[in-house]
T-cell receptor
Framework: EPEVTQTPSHQVTQMGQEVILRCVPI?????FYWYRQILGQKVEFLVS????????KSEIFDDQFSVERPDGSNFTLKIRSTKLEDSAMYFC?????????????FGPGTRLTVT | RKEVEQDPGPFNVPEGATVAFNCTYS??????FFWYRQDCRKEPKLLMS???SGNEDGRFTAQLNRASQYISLLIRDSKLSDSATYLC??????????FGSGTKLNVKP
């Protein structure tokens, strides 16, 4: 069964450093998403991406965040200058809207720890 | 009003019980509704989409009430493996999705 994969599973970084989180969506899916979940809190939408551009973004997704699909298979989230409050689990998801329902399938997540 | 609201629970039920969760949403224009389950420190896993006509998948039944802006999930014959947090997901804009905080279910032997 096809699945979304994410690397690394855990990333530790110092405040102010740049991090890139990587995702490989399911191959025939067309929409891609990033979410974050701070420990003990709800899953929060960050951004959706379609046809090589951002489709929607939340208030959380400010100028320090960017997304890219560099090579037709990977989908990345870059955080330019990490803050302590960026520590969270980051989930990538993809969906095949041809089914008409935008059912999203999630990767296992990258746990980001900012020290 | 929060975009998506759920009773956090926990719901503690014995094996074999029937349990129901509700979720309310704020945007009357929402078109897509889902239930996901999330196990501790794991990713959300799609349980089912929720259609206007309602839908059933084995022991799970989902309903949508547009007039009152809520969706529901019914689990029959609860199993120990059903213990998880159940997440309600609703789209607010075209491709922007909001999650509820989840309802925790504990199924006891």
């Amino acid at each position: 069964e096809p699945e979304v994969t994410q690397t690394p599973s855990h990333q530790v970084t110092q405040m102010g450093q740049e991090v890139i989180l990587r995702c490989v969506p399911i191959s025939n899916h067309l929409y891609f998403y990033w979410y974050r979940q701070i420990l003990g809190q709800k899953v929060e939408f960050l951004v959706s991406f379609y046809n090589n551009e951002i489709s929607e973004k939340s208030e959380i997704f400010d100028d320090q965040f960017s997304v890219e699909r560099p090579d037709g298979s990977n989908f990345t989230l870059k955080i330019r200058s990490t803050k302590l409050e960026d520590s969270a689990m980051y989930f990538c998801a993809s969906s095949e809207p041809g089914q008409g329902s935008y059912e999203q399938y999630f990767g296992p997540g990258t746990r980001l720890t900012v020290t | 009003r929060k975009e998506v609201e759920q009773d956090p629970g926990p719901f503690n039920v014995p094996e074999g019980a029937t349990v129901a969760f509700n979720c309310t949403y704020s945007n009357s224009a929402s078109q897509s509704f889902f239930w996901y389950r999330q196990d501790c420190r794991k990713e959300p896993k799609l349980l089912m989409s929720v259609y206007s006509s309602g839908n059933e998948d084995g022991r799970f039944t989902a309903q949508l009430n547009r007039a009152s802006q809520y969706i529901s999930l019914l689990i029959r014959d609860s199993k120990l493996s059903d213990s998880a947090t159940y997440l309600c997901v609703v789209n607010m804009d075209f491709n922007k999705f909001y999650f509820g905080s989840g309802t925790k279910l504990n199924v006891k032997p």
